[in-house]
């Protein structure tokens, strides 16, 4: 959840939708997101809308992971009162941070009780958390087993000590994959591992011992994303001093290609950029309904919304955001409404990334030359089965940024 929060058009205090938006809701997949914006402590890398004790001391109760619950509750019925009886029941669950596990068992389990009173689960609904290595134990996840959760990610990030601490990790190497065994005792039907690749001082050796370890713990999906510096991070403020050197992208596209070697030779297949699972079962399925242009309501602060090419954001601030809805009226702090060229665009954007590619039909006829060329240079190749689609290639993967560029002309 980026800390940063695009302009917009007001909100109505009420949180009402415009009816277009409406319009055809539960003809689409529609899921929840959950953000939890405590942290025990701030990573050197994140930029991400989280908040540590001491940061939040002075915003009082109102702000506190104490109270936290009963704040998602009431957005969660707030969300029942704006889409009303079309709402149909929540396919996904996405409990996002932060570290939503900082927060006791009950509180999550009664988060996903309170959508489950209000909407319904679908048969089958992918219920999902993140997890930090060192915030759980086989007790806190067979609670949330028991409580509904039935997908688990952790933040492993690396097997190396040197690494985890130039990236203000604070968990035990080998705590992550020692978790994975205890939410598979616990029951948990699908395991995400999360790496991140190009950290300075990372060697390729780092990084294939990071990957053999993700992959002999055994989950069945693994998250592998480059690191970026971001603006007004402690991690950008030493690369910007010069105490750490800035990571090419040429040693991020040699670790992204050491890491689908990896993946693919243990029986991961990858369906989106940085994303691989070993069966079909085992993608997430909450990140594919934000990459098709599915539904979703974003409770929490600084959380993100989207239903019938409607986007709104809550406030940041996690008193900001209790104030409002104490005050029985909207924590959204602006909207806006994605015209038919945006929602193409973002398709294009989104849909790429994807192993079933896009249908060329999104394309322009300047979107369709360059599409052509990249067919030509190996970029993009037809997917197999489906006509009128193209996908990116393992070179195009490398190069996916200039490729989408090239196709949204």
Not at 138 to 161: H, K, T
Not at 218 to 244: K, M, N, Q
Request: include cysteine; hydrophobic fraction near 40%; aromatic fraction near 8%.
């Amino acid at each position: 959840m980026p800390s940063a929060l695009p302009d917009g058009e007001p909100v109505p205090s009420d949180g009402s939708l415009p009816a277009h938006a409406l319009d055809g809701l539960g003809s689409r997949p529609f899921g929840f997101y959950l953000h939890v914006p405590y942290c025990a402590s701030r990573c050197g890398y994140c930029d991400f809308n989280t908040y540590t004790a001491t940061e939040l001391r002075s915003s009082g109760t109102v702000a506190s992971q104490e109270t936290y619950a009963d704040n998602v509750v009431a957005e969660v019925r707030l969300a029942r009162r704006v889409l009303g009886d079309a709402a149909p029941p929540v396919r996904t669950v996405f409990l996002g941070g932060g570290t939503p596990t900082l927060l006791p068992a009950a509180d999550l389990v009664r988060m996903l009780a309170a959508i489950r009173e209000e909407f319904g689960l679908a048969e089958g609904a992918e219920v999902t958390t993140e997890a930090n290595p060192e915030s759980v134990d086989p007790a806190y996840l067979a609670e949330l087993r028991e409580g509904g959760y039935n997908r688990i990610s952790f933040g492993m990030q690396s097997a190396r000590p040197h690494v985890l601490k130039l990236l203000d990790r604070h968990h035990t190497p080998g705590r992550p994959e020692a978790c994975v065994a205890e939410a598979r005792a616990a029951g948990f039907e699908h395991v995400n591992l999360d790496l991140i690749y190009g950290t300075p001082g990372e060697s390729d050796d780092d990084w294939r011992a990071s990957l053999d370890a993700a992959i002999g713990a055994g989950p069945d999906h693994v998250s592998a994303y480059s690191l970026i510096v971001e603006e007004g991070t402690r991690l950008a403020a030493r690369v910007g001093r010069g105490e750490l050197p800035m990571i090419d992208d040429d040693v991020h596209a040699d670790r992204y290609l050491i890491a689908e070697e990896a993946l693919s030779a243990a029986g991961y297949r990858w369906y989106e950029v940085s994303n691989w699972s070993t069966t079909p079962e085992g993608r997430c399925r909450h990140n594919e309904l934000y990459w098709t242009g599915g539904d979703w309501w974003g409770a929490g602060p600084g959380a993100h919304s989207h239903v019938g090419g409607v986007r709104w954001w809550n406030a940041k601030h996690p008193a900001e955001y209790a104030r409002a809805l104490a005050e029985s009226r909207t924590p959204a702090q602006g909207h806006e409404r994605l015209t038919a060229e945006d929602r193409r665009v973002e398709r294009i954007l989104l849909e790429l990334r994807l192993a079933e590619g896009i249908p060329l039909d999104l394309l322009t006829e300047t979107g369709l030359k360059a599409a052509r060329q990249h067919l030509a240079d190996g970029l993009l190749a037809p997917t197999p089965y489906t006509e009128g689609r193209a996908a990116l290639t393992l070179q195009g993967r490398l190069l996916a940024d200039a490729v989408v560029r090239d196709l949204v002309d």
